[in-house]
Structures are given as C-alpha cells and as structure tokens.
C-alpha cells in the first residue's frame, strides 16, 4: 500500500492536500495511508520549507503549495 | 488612470441608484463601490503580473544564497528577500527551522520573517492605489530597517541562547557544515509553468483577500462618511503622544493582513490621522498576531518570544513617534 505524509503546521492548504489525496484515491479505488505531519522537527528533518509538502513513501515528491490533480492521480498510479 | 474606477462608481450609486453625492451614504457607498472595484482589478492583474516574474523565487534558493555569506551584507539581503519572496506565513516554522539547519544566524532569519509579512505585493500596490509613491516608498524603507534593525538587535543579544533545544542543535549542525541542503531549489521552469503558478497565485491570494478588502473598506467608507470632520484630529492627533503607543497596542492582538489594514488606514489618514500613527497602526497589525506568537513557541523559549513582542512594540512606536514629529517638519 502506497504510503502518503503530508507535512505541513495545519493551514487551510495543508488540509486540502490531504483531503485531495484522499479524495483521488477513493475516485480510482486505490486505498493509501495517508498521515498529516505537523511536528516541527519531523518537516525539518524531510528538509522541508515551503509547506504544504507531500511525501510518498518516504520521499519527498512535492512541495511549495497544493499539489495538482494530476500530479496527486500520477502519484497513485506509479 | 484610475478614473474610470470613479466613474463607474459614480454611475452606480448617482445615476443607477439616485443616490445623492450631498447624502453621508451615497458619499460612503461611492467611496465604497470606487476603492472596492480599483482594488479587486488590481489585485488580480498585478499579482498575476508579479507572480509571473518571480516563480523562480523561493525560500530554498534564499536560503542557499544566505548560507555563509558575509554577515553585514546579509542582513540587507535577507530583509530584502522577505520582502519580494512568496510563503505561505503558516511556512514561517519550517522557514525557520530550515534556514536555521543551514546555519545561518538568528538575527538573519529574522530580518527575513520580520520583513516578510510587512512589505509584499499586495500592500504595495494598494499603497501606490491609496496613498501614493512617496508614502509607499517610505512604508518600504521602514519596513525593512525594522527587519534588519530587528535582526541586527536579536543577534547582538545572542537570541539564539533562547532556542528550544532541537532548534539551538540544528543551528550548531548547520554551522560546522552538516546541515543538509536538498536540493530542489535548481529547476529550471518552462514559461507554462510561469503562467500555471502566477495563475494559481493570484486566484489563491484573491481567494484569501477578497473579503478583507471589503472589511477594510466598509470600515474605511463608514468613517469617511460617517465621522465628523475633525473629529480624529481633534482627538486622536499629533498633539496626543499617547496615541501611538495605544495604537500599536491595540494593533498587535487585532491581525489582519495588509489588504484588510491598508483600506482602513487611508480612510483614517484622510479623515486627519496623522501618518506615523496610522503607519504604527498599520505595521503592528500586520506583523504580529497571537496565532503566530503561539507558533514560534514551537522554536523559541517564552523569554525570546517576549523580547520579540518588545522589540515591536517598542519599534513601531518610535517609527510613530518619528513620522509624526516629521510631520510638524514638513
């Protein structure tokens, strides 16, 4: 199962990546882990900035902002 | 230029409405419907504009720029960069862990943070709208002394002293070099790119502003028409030293961004408001909020935390205090 962490300290574009994620996995019927990350030390140490990031199993795949449909379905697939 | 914005409101509340101009309302409405049409096209337009040359810009490359380099030239730098750099202010944790991992000192990072949320597109284009170059000028120079200042300030105390653990050790990796510096800062962009993140940009920001502007500018139309001439003056001026300082108390726990504040601040500047208390006003409600003090706890001890709230206090009563007296200059 595909593992997604979406770090981020809790704004609004962080909830609607998560919600996206989860959202596109349910329309493609693929079931994800998805976990929200929003412990300092845990963003820092994915060397993370630019919040909201995704990680898919354990690397960093997107940062810097909501990611696209696209991207998030591409995500799924691989 | 922005005539037509005059005029359309003048069609609306005069001819469409038959409100009269003689009415407090029709002038409040009028000033509402002109600042509220000139704003949102603006906004739209130039964010997109903006964004559009500065998609490359991020705070990874601001960061890998900053890393060991000289430290006087880097204040100037890093305050600059918080001015014309895009985050997000829920970013200024990660922001500051990252640049702190890097190993650059406290008093950098927060020249960046401090100028950040102070000088950025959207104020400046409602300030060049509202109140004109020479004042926008001045909002962005003092805007960033009080980044570099601010900056310069913690460091010479030695802030870092008063880091939480994990960040203070993260500073101390990051200065002997071990800090990590990923690197997804380097990617060229097609011009597509450009245009899908200027895009998103200035629909996101007007997403996000869109109802602070008509807060602001209801709040700014109902004193312009509705407060007696005078009245502010008479009260709230020059003359009453203790004006500022209350100003800026009452401006630090009230956050708005600058689109709300700025709207709000030129009703009150026009209605006899002296400037430096409507500029210490402005910054203190821009700059910080409970919300983001709370955060910082997450990275800093309470004794830095209150220092950093006494710095701007104490900041932006003097740049009150300064611009009012300039105005007895003038």
């Given amino acids: 199962m595909k593992s997604f962490k ?35 030390i845990q963003i820092m140490n994915y060397g993370v900035m630019s919040t909201p990031a995704v990680v898919l199993n354990d690397t960093v795949v997107h940062k810097r902002g909501i990611p696209s449909k696209e991207q998030v379905q591409n995500w799924l697939q691989k | 230029m922005f005539q037509i914005f005059t005029d359309f409101a003048s069609w609306l509340i005069y001819d469409l409405m038959g409100l009269s101009a003689e009415t407090k309302l029709g002038d409040a409405l009028h000033f509402f419907v002109e600042d509220v049409s000139k704003i949102f096209v603006l906004l739209v337009v130039m964010i997109y504009l903006i964004a559009l040359m500065r998609a490359s810009m991020n705070v990874e490359k601001v960061r890998d720029f900053l890393a060991g380099r000289n430290r006087s030239i880097s204040y100037l730098l890093a305050s600059g960069f918080g001015a014309i750099t895009p985050f997000c202010s829920c970013s200024s944790i990660p922001v500051f862990l990252g640049f702190t991992s890097a ?12 100028t950040s949320p102070l000088i950025n597109e959207v ?40 880091l939480q653990s994990f960040a203070a050790k993260a500073l101390e990796n990051g200065r ?102 409507a500029l210490a006003f402005c910054m203190s409600t821009v700059a910080a909020s409970f919300p983001e003090f709370i955060l910082l706890k997450q990275v800093m001890q309470w004794r830095l935390l209150a220092i950093l709230f006494a710095l701007l206090l104490v900041s932006f009563t003097l740049i009150g205090w300064i611009f009012n007296s300039l105005l007895f200059l003038l």
């Fill in chain 2, 103 to 114: 190993g650059i000192p406290v008093g950098i990072t927060m020249a960046f943070l401090l």
């Fill in chain 2, 176 to 277: 002997n070099g071990q800090g990590d510096s990923v690197d997804m800062a380097n990617q060229t962009i097609t011009f597509k790119e450009r245009h899908n993140f200027a895009k998103s940009e200035a629909l996101e920001i007007f997403g996000r502003v869109w109802k602070w502007v008509i807060i602001g500018v209801g709040l700014g139309a109902a004193l312009h028409g509705f407060v007696p001439d005078g009245w502010i003056e008479q009260h709230l001026g020059a003359g009453q030293w203790w004006s500022v300082p209350a100003a800026v108390l009452v401006g630090i726990p009230l956050y708005s961004n600058a689109t709300g504040v700025i709207p709000v601040m030129e009703s009150l500047i026009t209605n006899g408001l002296p400037i430096g208390t």
């Fill in chain 1, 6 to 40: 979406v770090l981020g300290t809790g704004c609004a574009k962080c909830k609607s990546t998560v919600q996206l994620i989860k959202d596109s996995a349910s329309e493609l019927g693929i079931e994800v882990d998805i976990e929200k990350i929003e412990d300092p």
């Fill in chain 2, 123 to 162: 104020a400046v284009l409602l300030l060049l709208s509202l109140l004109g170059w020479k004042f926008t000028l001045m909002y962005i120079v003092v805007g960033m002394l009080v980044g570099i200042l601010g900056g310069l300030f913690l460091d010479s105390i030695r802030a870092e002293r008063w």
